[in-house]
T-cell receptor, first 115, second 113 residues
């Protein structure tokens, strides 16, 4: 257990429905990241927050995806009008800002299946 | 970030040293070499990183060649719990490491009993 938690661990939904995932980072970490991982591939970066500010978004993050971190603590990732291609593991990671290299601590992920 | 090349899979006997290679021939002077691993059904886990000197911690050793074009992650006494996908990542440390990590497909290391 890294200290990063994600909820739910599994989500099954029908195409066209909206889903929301939550990530709770390690409490003293001000940086939070979202990644997506499909079967047989490494994780792909989606977006990054420093405190409550969303500072970077990958081109993978389509208009149907939105992420928030309203108080600089937990974060939510919402997918609207889900498609079958959204089926993947969604991973959250956190790190602490500081001089030099920042190790990222990953949560267990939320596995999304879109039927 | 520079591209990395890793073997798709490797086997190692339990108790032996596991040596995982990574090629990063286009690495630039300010880029670090990171290693993460991902055990089945878990999120990735940081192992070690280095710039040009060899590094060792409680999990592994990292050997970087003098020209920095390749590196080797060494697990000195592999156990069955070390079976995982190992990712070699090369990235600059500008901004204090704030950027997202770029994972490839990694090496699937299987420890045989």
């Amino acid at each position: 257990d890294t200290g990063v938690s994600q909820d739910p661990r599994h989500k099954i939904t029908k195409r066209g429905q909206n889903v929301t995932f939550r990530c709770d980072p390690i409490s003293e970490h001000n940086r939070l990241y979202w990644y997506r991982q499909t079967l047989g591939q490494g994780p792909e970066f989606l977006t990054y927050f420093q405190n409550e500010a969303q500072l970077e978004k990958s081109r993978l993050l389509s208009d149907r995806f939105s992420a928030e971190r309203p108080k600089g603590s937990f974060s939510t990732l919402e997918i609207q009008r889900t498609e079958q291609g959204d089926s993947a593991m969604y991973l959250c990671a956190s790190s602490r800002q500081g001089a030099g290299v920042n190790e990222q601590f990953f949560g267990p992920g939320t596995r999304l299946t879109v039927l | 970030d520079a591209k990395t090349t890793q073997p798709t899979s490797m086997d190692c006997a339990e108790g032996r040293a596991a040596n995982l290679p990574c090629n990063h021939s286009t690495i630039s002077g300010n880029e670090y070499v990171y290693w993460y691993r991902q055990i089945h059904s878990q999120g990735p886990q940081y192992i070690i990183h280095g710039l040009k000197n060899n590094e060792t911690n409680e999990m592994a050793s990292l050997i970087i060649t003098e020209d920095r074009k390749s590196s080797t992650l060494i697990l000195p006494h592999a156990t069955l719990r070390d079976t995982a996908v190992y990712y070699c990542i090369v990235r600059a440390n500008s901004g204090g490491g704030a950027d997202g990590l770029t994972f490839g497909k990694g090496t699937h290391l299987i420890i045989q009993p």
